[in-house]
């Protein structure tokens, strides 16, 4: 089965510096990856998707993934945060169009 | 375009009572998924079905927990008798279909507490 793997369970980062979220995923096949925002009492909203093609994927509110086959990680980065960014975010690979979640990453942004 | 609409959005009960939550998916979507979200902890999928037929429940604990989907539409997840462990969030959410890339849209969740 496919999995995946967050690196970090909380991220305090101030106002309008960059992020970096990390995660890692286990597949020995085609994969796609996902990556979802969660923020209090709600659901959970899509970010972005890396299916194939570049690399390099962009999001909503300025967000971007890169996928890394060789070191078989989709980091999420945002070059500056603001504090509606405060969340948790969550990546997930599909496992025959079911999503396998990581634990997932509070992001604190404080002024 | 309508979301995925859940209720109720909160619940408390006591150990061994029952409880059931509701879901309309997307209009179109074939397929609905349950998952299942404990504080701290990513979403679980409970059950997938593929309009009215079940397509992986494997992680569905069958002998407290039940879900339909009985027209291929709306769905209903039930639990009987509840115990303290789950206590969670139940999230609903629908895609076009099963195809692996498809983007899955959620509900906002029904939030379950066990006293």
């Known amino acids: 089965a496919q999995s995946v793997t967050q690196l970090d369970s909380q991220v305090p980062v101030f106002e309008e510096a960059p992020v970096e979220l990390r995660c890692n995923y286990s597949?020995?096949?085609?994969?796609?990856l996902f990556w979802y925002v969660q923020y209090p009492n709600q659901g959970l909203q899509l970010l972005l998707k890396y299916l194939s093609g570049s690399t390099l994927v962009k999001g909503i509110n300025g967000f971007e993934a890169e996928f890394n086959k060789s070191q078989t990680s989709f980091h999420l980065r945002k070059p500056s945060v603001h504090i509606s960014d405060t969340a948790e975010y969550f990546c997930?690979?599909?496992?025959?169009?079911?999503?396998?979640f990581g634990a997932g990453t509070q992001v604190v942004v404080t002024p | 375009e309508a979301g995925v609409a859940q209720s109720p959005r909160y619940k408390i009960i006591e150990k061994r009572q029952s409880v059931a939550f509701w879901c309309n998916p997307i209009?179109?979507?074939?397929?609905l998924y349950w998952y299942q979200q404990i504080l701290g902890q990513g979403p679980k999928l409970l059950i997938q079905?593929?309009?009215?037929?079940?397509?992986?429940d494997s992680q569905l604990p069958k002998d407290r927990f039940s879900a339909e989907r009985l027209k291929g539409v709306d769905s209903t997840l039930k639990i009987q008798p509840a115990k303290l462990e789950d206590s969670a969030v139940y999230l609903c959410a629908s895609s076009f279909d099963r195809s692996s890339g498809n983007t899955i849209y959620f509900g906002e969740g029904s939030w379950l507490t066990v006293v």
């Open positions: 079905f593929q309009n009215n037929g079940v397509v992986d």
């Open positions: 209009s179109g979507h074939a397929t």
């Open positions: 997930a690979v599909s496992d025959w169009g079911k999503l396998q």
């Open positions: 597949s020995s096949v085609s994969v796609y």
